[in-house]
């Protein structure tokens, strides 16, 4: 019995009048009450707009007004549990509330509960502190586990032939039970099977399915940690942090990784160093845009957040990525005043679950203006580290440069690294990705390959981010020198001059030099 199931029943035992269930999974709901009517000896029913009460031996009365319902379940005298279906739709009545309170006001007599069935939490002020509200969780790998082999007995697939494996239960962990079911029959009806064979089917339904929720996207990567130029402290970091969430490491005492924000300019690999966190320690990832969080409707905001949580923690152990996470906080200072108070609590919701979460959720946070970064974030607890991801340093260059041209199927041998390493300082991991790719369209286009020369002339051309923002990088520099960790290299190159930079730029447009 997982915690929900414990705390469900503990509520009915204890006669509460009302319960509030927040959940896609009305068959695991209605399984949930039918074992605890069971052992408690109560009957149940369920009540369905339109249909009206259906009672478990499949009788029905029709009434199908709320409100009459209400005074029926109030004036009834008999002992049982009544599931109300999506009974959201009908809280914002104020005779429907009332009749609500007067229900939390009877005597405890009867074994008697209303459970509101609801994908939203949807507690009017009047009633917020009467009715006990639960989060149903989705379903583990157990229930996972039950639902695959009832899919293997009903589809008449040969029950001795198909293993249902650990790596087959990950696959779809994070959906709702009927997405787990459908996605089941779908492999089954185009591959006849269901087996480890199917695994790669499941995954791209999983990542259809969470993808149309529109919170969460679930990322296919590609590439390791040798794909990311430099930041040496960080990977040294990040390779000891994920070796810490086996049980090995539980029983040895260590504490399981909450997460890391990497502070740093675009383009200076802070992205790329998430994506490649979940290849290396082979987790899924998702990338959860804040953004897509608030939603126009009272309650919406704070739900979506606690949904794209929910999906987050069933998944695990993943990545869970927030890219520019100061986008998704802009406009908190100003919370009470503009919105209700809305951002201020769905932020409150993720800095409690990041807090206390007990889940192997690795959070990984970019940001690239730290001057809008609220100041709760950055306390201790929250992540167990925060990296300041700096211009790439003159080694970390000619790694760069290798890594680049390796990708293009280039020899990096054939090439003068440390003229290219000295001639791009101030240039980000990005800018000197660019490089390659525009010399790359120049050779082509003269019909030879690219080389050295090819690279730097197209260089001269280039105004790097840190010419434009000179002033802003060094006040981030000097912001990072006591907050936060170099992912990279210690010692930091001066930025070019504007002066130098106005030079090259004048010597691409010289006639002698093409």
Avoid at 37 to 42: C, E, F, K, P, W
Avoid at 63 to 86: C, F, G, T, V, W
Avoid at 108 to 121: A, C, G, M, N, W
Avoid at 336 to 349: E, H, I
Wanted: proline fraction near 3%; charge should be negative.
């Amino acid at each position: 019995m997982n915690r929900f199931e414990e705390e469900f029943e503990l509520l009915l035992k204890c006669k509460k009048p009302i319960i509030e269930v927040v959940t896609y999974e009305w068959q695991k709901l209605q399984t949930a009450v039918n074992a605890i009517a069971g052992a408690n000896l109560t009957k149940w029913k369920r009540w369905n707009q339109s249909v009206g009460i259906v009672d478990t031996d499949g009788s029905i009365e029709p009434i199908k007004d709320p409100l009459a319902l209400l005074r029926k379940y109030r004036d009834d005298q008999d002992s049982y549990y009544l599931i109300l279906e999506n009974f959201n739709l009908f809280m914002n009545n104020a005779e429907v509330i009332n009749l609500l309170f007067e229900i939390v006001k009877m005597k405890k007599v009867k074994q008697k509960s209303l459970i509101i069935e609801t994908s939203d939490v949807c507690l009017p002020s009047a009633l917020a502190k009467e009715i006990a509200v639960l989060d149903m969780p989705l379903p583990d790998r157990d229930f996972i586990k039950k639902i695959a082999q009832s899919v293997i007995i009903n589809t008449e697939l040969a029950t001795d032939r198909y293993a249902i494996t650990e790596q087959l239960l990950n696959s779809v962990l994070g959906l709702t039970t009927t997405e787990v079911e459908l996605a089941f029959l779908k492999a089954v009806q185009k591959y006849g099977r269901l087996d480890d064979s199917v695994i790669d089917y499941l995954i791209s339904e999983k990542e259809h399915i969470i993808k149309k929720d529109g919170l969460l996207e679930y990322y296919h990567v590609s590439d390791g940690m040798d794909n990311i130029g430099g930041l040496k402290s960080l990977k040294n970091w990040l390779s000891l942090r994920g070796k810490a969430f086996t049980q090995t490491a539980s029983e040895f005492g260590l504490d399981t990784p909450k997460g890391v924000l990497l502070l740093g300019l675009p383009g200076c690999g802070k992205s790329l160093t998430a994506k490649c966190i979940a290849k290396s320690w082979n987790y899924p990832l998702l990338r959860f845009d804040l953004g897509k969080v608030f939603g126009g409707v009272v309650g919406q905001s704070e739900a979506n957040m606690r949904r794209a949580l929910d999906v987050a923690k069933t998944i695990a152990p993943c990545v869970l990525w927030i890219d520019e996470i100061e986008k998704g906080l802009s406009g908190l200072g100003s919370s009470d005043r503009t919105d209700g108070g809305t951002a201020s609590r769905v932020f409150g919701t993720l800095l409690t679950w990041m807090q206390e979460k007990k889940e192997p959720v690795f959070v990984v946070a970019t940001a690239n203006n730290i001057e809008q970064l609220p100041p709760e974030l950055l306390r201790k607890g929250r992540f167990d580290e925060i990296f300041f991801v700096d211009l790439p340093s003159f080694e970390e260059r000619k790694e760069i440069f290798r890594i680049h041209l390796a990708q293009k199927k280039r020899d990096p041998k054939g090439f003068d690294l440390d003229l290219l390493a000295e001639k791009t300082n101030g240039l980000t991991g990005a800018e000197i990705g660019s490089l390659i790719a525009d010399s790359l369209f120049d050779a082509f286009s003269q019909g030879k390959d690219i080389d050295t020369d090819g690279i730097i002339a197209v260089r001269r051309k280039l105004t790097p981010i840190s010419t434009v923002m000179s002033e802003k990088i060094a006040a981030i520099r000097e912001w990072a020198k006591n907050r936060a960790r170099i992912a990279g290299d210690e010692f930091t190159e001066e930025i070019q001059g504007t002066e130098q930079v106005v030079r090259l730029k004048t010597e691409c447009y010289n006639p002698l030099l093409g």
